[in-house]
């Protein structure tokens, strides 16, 4: 079955440094792949996605991410952090087998530290 | 447009006590979804549904009903509340893209306390 494993409950970076969260998955087909954002007390809003057109992917708010195929891995990053981006970060897939699912990630909460 | 709504906000129960809550879209999305979120957990998918009419389990069905009798609308019924449904519920829906991929709209959702 498709999974989602996310490296770290708890990433914390300081204001200004470069912000690396991971994703990978479990599957030989690639799937669709998302990054979404919650911040506290909030839904969650979309990010970014790769759906098959280029393996780097620019999100909102200076985000972006690069799907390797080798490696199973859509990593999220930003060069700069800032301390609006304290916030819980979902990556997630969609079996390319199953569009009408989409399997979540345990999140990574990000801490910006001052 | 709203997006998708979610009524109510918060919630607090009894154990034994029934209460539907209810998610709307105004995006005409084919598919909805209904979610809780618990500490350390993640999102984990209840019910959802791929057209009005249908519906199907998820992860965690068990003690949980849902309806979706017009497309913009999908219900997320408590038949008799436990304390282990403590916890945030997100509606969702979502459209099927021209690749097949499916991108998610989620609600603000609604905090459920079962004493």
């Known amino acids: 079955a498709q999974s989602v494993t996310q490296l770290g409950s708890h990433v914390s970076v300081s204001e200004g440094a470069l912000v690396l969260l991971r994703c990978n998955y479990s599957?030989?087909?690639?799937?669709?792949l998302f990054w979404y954002v919650q911040y506290p007390n909030q839904g969650l809003q979309l990010l970014l996605k790769y759906t098959s057109a280029a393996t780097l992917v620019k999100g909102i708010n200076g985000f972006e991410a690069e799907f390797k195929k080798s490696e199973t891995s859509f990593h999220l990053t930003k060069p700069s952090a800032h301390m609006s981006d304290a916030a819980e970060y979902f990556c997630a897939v969609t079996p390319r087998s199953s569009a009408s699912k989409i399997i979540f990630g345990s999140g990574t909460r990000l801490s910006i530290r001052p | 447009n709203a997006g998708v709504t979610q009524t109510p906000k918060f919630r607090v129960l009894k154990t034994g006590q029934s209460m539907t809550l209810l998610c709307a879209q105004d995006?005409?999305?084919?598919?909805m979804y209904w979610y809780r979120q618990d500490p350390g957990m993640g999102l984990r998918l209840i019910h959802y549904s791929v057209g009005e009419g249908t519906t199907a389990k998820g992860e965690v069905p068990d003690g949980y009903n849902v309806s979706r009798l017009k497309k913009q609308n999908f219900l997320l019924g408590l038949e008799s509340a436990a304390p282990s449904q403590t916890s945030v519920y997100f509606c969702a829906s979502s459209y099927l893209g021209a690749r097949g991929f499916n991108e998610q709209f989620f609600g603000p959702g609604t905090r459920l306390t079962v004493l």
């Open positions: 995006m005409n999305h084919e598919y």
């Open positions: 599957s030989s087909v690639p799937p669709y």
